[in-house]
């Protein structure tokens, strides 16, 4: 799961507290901001179908499907934007989306 | 202090630099810089300093290059001219913005077309507003003093700005003259290794050059632009130190023979000995004449120029470029816009001369005068121009 | 102060001259200045080079256009350029020529100070190449007095190292065969 | 060449659980240049320094006050990443040698779009490979200008539409070819040569690590599905470069010291490129006939490469 890391104390900031050279010192810090609003549909796995391969875990370009307990994968759907990858690479059909509003 | 010393001013740029224990330099040649780039390369690869030499393939990656370095931790140098200098204007603003203290020397030349190489100021007035520290010099003992110095000004915590030391192509970069270099151990306890603020290494994993949203950027543009008006204060503190150190004072504006003129001439580069000759004899001849040396361009300094202004009649700011279309030299726009607000302002004339090469003799120090003091109003002039 | 003027062709050493001449004259303590003509000039064009030696600091960043000496490096130069133009009443020529001083005086209309040394024969001999610059040192050192032979010395050992005594000895050469022209 | 079965037996074992690039960044969805470069981080692990060109994968990661980035990464402008990597590699360099930094390989890499490396950042990358750093280039080749809005670059396919090559009536598309930068960097003597797709996640990790070990330049092309230029589904990303690998629209190889070799199956006859070409939308206004011409125009650049597997001997 992506570390929550902050660093700004406040914002917006005051000129002179933007960091010299708009340098960010907290790596990863992007994982403050949530990219999960942008998901029209989401990811629902069936565990009973799942093979534990991984391979929604390598394919998911926000690197928010995550291996949990007993092997299995989950997507953080705070970060997951709905692509829909995770879904169509899963041979065995383990993962479907769903329209967010159902 | 070190013996006085034959030697081209270019070769010795050159050889100040290699005091300051530099890490990295990119260097492309261009004409009149090339004598600092070969020289450069000589040094390091004589094995005499430790540092790495990148011959880039452009300018613009020269100071890329340097942008890396520097974002890296090392000190960084390069040395360009006009149409380089032109190349690397994108990514001036750059450097500055991210506060990485590159140092570079700008051997002066006109910018094509019609192609020049030859002296004017050209090639640095269009990157005036890029956030550099600018700094003249006006003959070979300068070049090597304030090469040194500029590495300290721009490292200070307090300035983090990059640094160009302007030298005028082959006026002063093809000049032999006599020159003293300081020891390498004088120089290492004036300049020790840079401190970076912080630098590219996987043991603290930092982003740099973050692009800033409209939120964001107008902050940054403030805190450029006062780092960079402050950086004046460091600038004066360095010249002190230096002063101590190695028995040369410099100030961010020279006066010469200012007393009791009610004209006086002002000047940046290697104008400024050729115009004191030319003031010792008007002087002679009865004329209540002085001169004033803009040392450093960026950030302007306004104050210091008010008081060497301040008992004159009449300012005759002679430029060595043009702003084309606009209201005449850059250097006399700037000191006509600083004063506009002044009640007291002296009447400022404006002469442009010295374009692409064009000689500057004694005489025509006193032909420009004359020629200004007859002017009836506080438009330019194009000296010398063949009508 | 006295200002000289060098004319030789692209590829001569006019400006290896005045480098010399103005490091020999550092040297000794005083102030100098050398430098080339800033032009595109290529090998075999004609060419200029200049120097400023004086006893006080020079503050004058221009081009010199009044000389008090001239130097002519190549022959062949003479009548090619106005190598007399803009020198000062009084001012010295100093040519490197095989031809009788009369000829130069009638061809360059000129009734100055005039030395005539052939330096290229000299070159040729102790260096082995008709290339006259460090010869004609010799020449304006005796003819000018601005330094003494001994000055030369440590510049020449830097610059060319192995075969600074053949220089050195080339100039000594020029600087004691040097011819002064009878008054026009 | 069905990749997939490979998993069992690699994935996700055999990768880095660790994320370089963190969740969060402002990718696209279903963006296939981001999975390259979250793959290309996780082969390299820690020690790394980023120079990354302008374009999508500068905007998306490091918006000032936030970054992305869990490895040190800088970024200058568009067309110099390589001079800046040059940079960096120097520094660094020197600083070890010095002392001033700690005494450990660390890997200078950099990053750029097409766009950043075939047409603009073209020179930088030139000078940077000829010179010799001990650098790694990685291009992450969408094939158009995505970040500004889709323009053609010289990486477009032929026929491909962009805003800039539109399908217009009298003119269809890109009216010229993919320029070939991989060549271009074997003509440099770059001991290192690879081209790669995130659709085959191991062998880029395979490539990506290979590179690192050249002390010296290395050039790796990525392939990068982008669903928003190409005008196509967001879940085909990784079909799509699954598809332009069968199709030999973009074959897998590398050229180890001037000797090539493919790094995919072989396989007896490609996939018609028409399946390649079908689901995209800026192939829509291709006609049978046009689709022949994209077809012969493939078969020739995959035979000019098959000679050179066979034919070209390393240095």
């Known amino acids: 799961m992506a570390k929550k890391k902050t660093e700004q104390k406040k914002w917006p900031e005051k000129w002179h507290e933007v960091n010299p050279g708009c340098m960010v010192f907290a790596a990863g810090s992007a994982a403050n901001y949530k990219t999960g609003s942008w998901k029209s549909q989401r990811p629902l796995t069936d565990n009973a179908k799942c093979i534990k391969c991984g391979i929604c875990y390598i394919f998911c370009p926000e690197a928010c499907i995550q291996e949990v307990k007993d092997g299995f994968f989950e997507a953080n759907l705070d970060y997951c934007k709905g692509c829909g990858i995770c879904a169509h690479e899963c041979w065995p059909g383990a993962i479907v989306m769903r329209e967010e509003e159902e | ?387 | 102060m006295i200002e000289i003027r060098w004319h030789g062709r692209g590829g001569q050493g006019a400006v290896t001259s005045v480098e010399m001449l103005a490091l020999a004259a550092i040297e000794e303590g005083k102030y100098a200045q050398g430098f080339p003509a800033f032009g595109p000039e290529r090998r075999g064009a004609p060419v200029m080079a200049f120097n400023r030696v004086s006893d006080k600091p020079i503050k004058i960043r221009s081009g010199i256009y009044r000389p008090d000496v001239v130097v002519v490096l190549d022959p062949s130069l003479v009548g090619l350029v106005p190598v007399t133009d803009g020198l000062k009443p009084g001012g010295i020529l100093i040519v490197n020529t095989t031809k009788p001083a009369e000829d130069l005086r009638k061809k360059l209309n000129y009734s100055g100070k005039l030395f005539t040394v052939d330096a290229s024969h000299i070159a040729r001999e102790e260096l082995g190449v008709p290339i006259a610059n460090t010869t004609m040192l010799g020449a304006v050192l005796k003819a000018t007095g601005v330094l003494s032979l001994a000055a030369m010395k440590s510049p020449l050992e830097h610059r060319f190292g192995r075969v600074a005594a053949k220089n050195m000895s080339a100039m000594k050469r020029a600087f004691n065969e040097m011819k002064s022209a009878k008054a026009a | 060449m069905n990749s997939v079965q490979n998993f069992e037996i690699f994935a996700p074992k055999l990768i880095d659980r660790k994320e370089y690039i963190s969740a969060g960044h402002r990718a696209c969805q279903g963006c296939g240049e981001v999975l390259a470069l979250r793959h290309i981080l996780k082969a390299l692990g820690d020690d790394v320094v980023v120079a990354n060109a302008t374009g999508c994968m500068e905007i998306i990661s490091s918006g000032y006050p936030q970054t992305a980035w869990e490895v040190p990464y800088v970024h200058v402008a568009f067309e110099n990443a390589a001079a800046v990597g040059s940079g960096v590699e120097a520094a660094l360099k020197a600083l070890r040698r010095k002392g001033r930094i700690a005494d450990r390989d660390v890997k200078t890499i950099a990053v750029a779009g097409d766009g950043g490396t075939a047409d603009i950042g073209l020179q930088a990358l030139s000078g940077a490979m000829e010179r010799g750093h001990d650098m790694i280039f990685f291009c992450l080749d969408n094939e158009a200008y995505m970040n500004t809005g889709i323009q053609r670059s010289s990486a477009t396919p032929f026929m491909a539409a962009t805003t800039t090559s539109p399908a217009g009536k009298a003119i269809p598309g890109q009216r010229t070819q993919k320029k070939n930068v991989p060549e271009i960097m074997v003509a440099h003597k770059v001991p290192y040569v690879a081209t790669a797709c995130p659709s085959y996640p191991i062998d880029l990790i395979n490539k990506v690590k290979k590179a690192k070990e050249v002390k010296g330049p290395a050039y790796v092309h990525v392939f990068s599905m982008c669903p928003t230029g190409w005008r196509c589904a967001s879940e085909i990303t990784i079909k799509m470069g699954r598809l332009a690998v069968e199709t030999g629209v973009f074959p897998l190889y590398e050229v180890e010291n001037g000797k090539y070799r493919l790094t995919m199956e072989v396989p007896g006859k490609l996939r018609p490129v028409g399946d390649y070409l079908k689901p995209q939308g800026r192939f829509r206004h291709l006609g049978p006939s046009d689709i022949e011409k994209v077809q012969a125009q493939v078969i020739r650049e995959w035979e000019i490469l098959l000679n050179k597997v066979e034919c070209m001997q390393p240095w």
């Not at chain 2, 190489?117 to 700094?135: A, V, Y």
């Not at chain 2, 107008?218 to 002190?240: G, W």
């Open chain 2, 1 to 387: 202090m070190g013996k006085r010393i034959g030697m081209e001013v270019a070769i010795a740029a050159a050889e100040a630099v290699a005091l300051c224990n530099i890490d990295v330099a990119a260097v492309y040649p261009i004409t009149p810089q090339s004598h600092i780039a070969e020289h450069m390369a000589d040094i390091i690869h004589d094995g005499r300093i430790d540092a790495e030499f990148i011959t880039v393939e452009s300018e613009h990656s020269a100071i890329s290059a340097c942008a890396g370095a520097s974002a890296a931790g090392a000190r960084a140098y390069t040395a360009t001219s006009s149409q380089g200098l032109m190349l690397m204007h994108e990514i001036l603003p750059i450097v500055s913005a991210m506060r990485l203290p590159i140092c570079m020397a700008n051997a002066n030349r006109a910018v094509s077309g019609p192609l020049n190489i030859w002296n004017d100021h050209g090639d640095i007035m269009p990157q005036r507003d890029s956030g550099w520290i600018c700094l003249f010099t006006e003959n070979g003992q300068e070049a090597i003093d304030l090469s040194i110095m500029s590495f300290k000004i721009a490292e200070d915590p307090e300035v983090m700005l990059p640094c160009v030391v302007n030298i005028d192509g082959f006026q002063l970069t093809h000049m032999i003259e006599p020159l003293e270099l300081p020891s390498q151990a004088e120089v290492a306890k004036f300049l020790p290794p840079r401190k970076p603020f912080a630098q590219l290494h996987p043991d603290n994993p930092i982003s740099m050059g973050c692009f800033a949203m409209p939120d964001t950027y107008t902050e940054t543009v403030k805190a450029k632009e006062t780092a960079l008006i402050n950086s004046k204060k460091i600038i004066t503190r360095v010249f002190s130190e230096w002063a101590k150190r190695f028995g040369r004072k410099y100030n961010v504006v020279e006066t010469y023979r200012t007393k009791g003129a009610d004209t006086l001439m002002l000047t940046m580069g290697s104008m400024g000995e050729t115009a004191a000759t030319a003031v010792d004899e008007m002087r002679k001849a009865g004329k209540k004449v002085g001169l004033v040396k803009l040392r450093l361009w960026r950030p302007f300094p306004v104050e210091e120029l008010k008081a060497a202004i301040k008992e004159c009649k009449t300012l005759i700011v002679m430029d060595r470029a043009i702003s084309t279309g606009g209201a005449g030299g850059p250097v006399a726009t700037d000191i006509k816009s600083l004063l506009y607000g002044d009640k007291t302002r002296p009447r400022i004339l404006n002469v442009i001369a010295g374009l692409g090469g064009r000689d500057l003799t004694v005489e025509d120090f006193v032909a420009m005068f004359e020629m200004a003091k007859k002017k009836k109003d506080e438009t330019y002039e194009l000296y010398g121009v063949r009508e």
